[in-house]
């Protein structure tokens, strides 16, 4: 199962949600879950979503490394910056991993996986609205 979590930055509440059966690249996920983003909002996300920047003009992922050519310092720092900015969508997964559903390997219906998933996610927003 894949699952891909959109977080709202200031609240760090979970927006939509989306899911696949089996392995999936990330980006193909994003690009099958049709979510729309308005142009003038920012998109940060890991490497796993490369190709985003020709969807989505307003989007910024970390430079990635080849094995022939190291990252400069000035990237370095930028791939810095975008983790730092990308730490309230970790913290909002890490809350949603408490409960197990996707932190270890789910043995019950597939059918039933985006219903208790979005379940634990309305729960972890309720908890951050105090």
Same mark, same amino acid.
């Not at 709202?8 to 999936?24: A, E």
């Not at 989505?56 to 490394?65: F, I, T, V, W």
């Given at each position: 199962?894949k699952?891909q979590?959109?977080v709202?930055?200031?609240?760090?509440?979970?927006?939509?949600?989306?899911?696949?059966?089996?392995?999936?690249h990330?980006?193909?996920l994003?690009?099958e879950?049709?979510? #729309?983003? +308005? @142009?003038?909002i $920012?998109?940060?996300?890991?490497t796993?979503?490369?190709?985003?920047?020709k969807i989505?003009?307003?989007? $910024? +992922? @970390?430079?990635?490394?080849s094995?022939k050519k190291?990252?400069?310092?000035?990237?370095?720092?930028?791939n810095?910056?975008?983790?730092?900015?990308?730490v309230s969508? $970790?913290?909002?997964?890490?809350?949603?991993?408490?409960?197990?559903i996707?932190?270890?390997k789910?043995?019950?219906r #597939?059918?039933?996986?985006?219903?208790?998933?979005? +379940?634990?996610?309305?729960?972890?927003n309720?908890?951050l609205?105090?």
């Open positions: 199962m699952t979590v959109v709202d930055k200031k609240s760090r509440k979970i927006i939509c949600t989306s899911f696949t059966n089996g392995k999936r990330d980006f193909r994003f690009k879950s049709k979510v #729309r983003v +308005l @142009p003038n $920012e998109i940060k996300t890991d796993g979503y490369q190709g985003i920047e989505h003009a307003n989007s $910024e +992922l @970390p430079k990635k490394r094995k190291h990252l400069s310092k000035e990237d370095k720092r930028s810095r910056d975008i983790a730092s900015e990308r969508n $970790e913290h909002a997964i890490g809350f949603v991993k408490r409960f197990r996707i932190s270890e789910y043995r019950n #597939r059918s039933r996986f985006s219903l208790r998933f979005n +379940l634990i996610a309305g729960i972890c309720y908890e609205s105090f």
